[in-house]
């Protein structure tokens, strides 16, 4: 079906509901308003797709595998593969797991179904004859260039006839105010994991684990199966529990730092084979690599700007009492690494390594002074001489990730837009308002827990690699947040994987100078008190 841009003069129907007919290989898509309801046929077969893999090869192995009753065909760089019905479709994504060494996504149908047609719950149809044509008002869509009129979008958008059914939306605000948000609450989140109401999830870590399965579904990626180890990652806590201190909010950034924008983070995109790092400088190291130095002075202990690598360290090394001692003695957020002794050789975390080297504390193990030798960490662990081990992203092809961030900021952009003009007018109690200011709030808390999802074990989205790169990201922009706020004159009193707890004068300030001065995002403000003062 072709998309129709222009803004309905005609009737808008939403789309609220999507049922599978396995027998007759159908969907039927019921549109409805305030005055009618339509139902609509679509012919479908369930399916899953495949990036990376060429359709002949596809068929061949599906056919090896006893399997009739399917299709295959490629689209827009991906293979689709097609079953009879969805028990067929599990049947074959389970056998071809066992030889692609990954489990292929097979969602459920009406999921699949919404996602294949760039559809979502309560999305704005208009009729033309008897064709339905989505209205195009900027929701959510990685795959193509959003077009939003924020004009259109407030004529458009009212659900209020679905969720309160009985008696007008305003009338509900007014008996049971907290029902009848939560339910806009819900239709947005609805909207935007492409499930029905009733199975919105609770728990923000669910809901996230279902949009990246329509990440992973809608771009090919099979689930990889690998031994996964749990990976430290420092805590938070409310640092506004002291006195005199502002709270640096790094939740938003995260995100953003998977784009190719900056690392371009994304499992397709990690150690990849056209873009090998030459020296320590280039731009595309990550920072969970690590560098093999030589130490020039004895009996050094420092802090490492990884918490996750010193706690590794720290328990997995001896002087285990003189690191504990250290830690009291200089009020350090994490065990110090140490002792080292001159001409003792390391592999340290790539920021430790640089820092080392630059004050002449360490050099470089190397052929030459700036050269690393590219290898993987999975060679590196047959060799019986390690050389560095490197973590790189590739600089030629976008990931997967990156594409998805980009429209997800793109999207927030532009229903912020229209929450700020719903609020700069009378019209604060209606639907629209709420439906996209609830729209707006979901898709910032999927932008804020995406990397928390990503580095917890109980994800089915968890690869320890990519978990490892996630962190060391986190870390290393923390470590430089430390860094740059003393040189400032600012007192950091507590670090965490989110947040920084800093004493001084102007936050706000202090974050805007960093982030101009790191080329990276901006972190928020999350709380400050004015008590604060500047340490001189």
């Known amino acids: 079906m072709s998309k129709h841009n222009a803004y309905p003069t005609q009737e808008v129907y939403y789309l609220t509901k999507v049922t599978y007919n ?92 919404l996602l294949e047609k760039d559809w979502a719950y309560f999305d704005s149809f208009e009729k033309l004859g008897e064709e339905f044509y989505k209205v195009g008002e900027g929701t959510y869509s990685p795959t193509e260039q959003v077009n939003t009129n924020s004009q259109g979008l407030c004529r458009v958008k009212d659900l209020g006839f679905f969720l309160t059914k009985e008696i007008p939306f305003a009338e509900a605000l007014k008996v049971n105010e907290s029902d009848a948000l939560f ?3 819900q239709s947005a989140w609805s909207s935007i994991l492409r499930v029905p109401l009733e199975k919105v999830p609770k728990e923000i870590g669910e809901r996230v684990e279902l949009f990246l399965e329509n990440v992973f579904f809608r771009h090919g990626e099979a689930l990889a199966f690998e ?24 939740s938003l950034v995260w995100a953003e730092l998977f784009s190719n924008n900056f690392f371009n983070i994304g499992p397709e995109t990690k150690n990849c084979a056209c873009c090998n790092p030459i020296t320590l400088e280039s731009k595309n190291l990550l920072p969970s690599s690590l560098i093999k130095i030589k130490f020039i002075e004895d009996n050094l202990f420092f802090e490492s700007s990884s918490g996750s690598f010193a706690f590794d360290y720290h328990n997995t090394n001896p002087a285990k009492e003189q690191r504990v001692n250290k830690r009291k003695e200089f009020f350090l957020n994490s065990f110090p690494l140490g002792p080292f002794f001159k001409d003792s050789v390391e592999l340290l975390p790539l920021m430790d390594a640089k820092r080392l080297i630059g004050e002449g504390k360490a050099v470089l193990v190397s052929g030459k002074s700036d050269v690393v030798s590219p290898s993987t960490q999975e060679n590196n662990s047959q060799s019986q001489n390690p050389s560095h081990e490197l973590n790189w992203f590739c600089l030629k092809n976008e990931s997967f990730f990156s594409k998805e961030v980009r429209a997800l900021n793109s999207e927030m952009f532009e229903v912020r837009k229209l929450v700020d003009a719903f609020e700069s007018s009378l019209f604060h109690s209606t639907f629209e308002y709420f439906y996209f200011k609830f729209y707006f709030s979901a898709l910032s808390n999927v932008l804020c827990a995406l990397p928390t999802q990503l580095t917890n074990t109980n994800s089915k989205f968890f690869s320890t690699q990519l978990a490892k790169s996630i962190v060391s990201i986190q870390e290393a922009t923390i470590a430089k947040f430390r860094e740059f706020s003393e040189k400032e004159g600012y007192r950091v009193l507590h670090t965490g994987k989110n947040f920084a707890s800093v004493k001084g004068f102007s936050s706000l300030k202090l974050a805007k100078d960093f982030a101009k001065e790191s080329n990276l995002p901006q972190p928020q403000i999350a709380g400050f008190t004015g008590k604060a003062k500047r340490k001189y």
Request: cysteine-free; overall charge neutral; proline content about 3%.
């Open 22 to 113: 396995e027998p007759k290989a159908e969907m039927f898509v019921e549109f409805s308003n305030k005055a009618h309801k339509v139902v609509q046929r679509h012919r479908f077969f369930p399916f899953t797709s495949f990036a990376g893999i060429e359709a002949d090869t596809l068929s061949e192995l599906v056919l090896s595998l006893g399997f009739k009753g399917f299709s295959v065909d490629e689209k827009n760089g991906l293979v689709f593969l097609r079953a009879l019905s969805y028990s067929n479709l599990k049947k074959i994504s389970n056998a071809l797991a066992l030889h692609i060494n990954k489990l292929p996504l097979a969602l459920e149908v009406e999921r699949a179904f």
């Open 183 to 185: 339910l806009v609450e």
């Open 227 to 250: 031994k996964n180890d749990k990976v430290f990652s420092s805590s938070d806590y409310d640092p506004l529990s002291r006195d005199s201190t502002s709270k640096i909010d790094f």
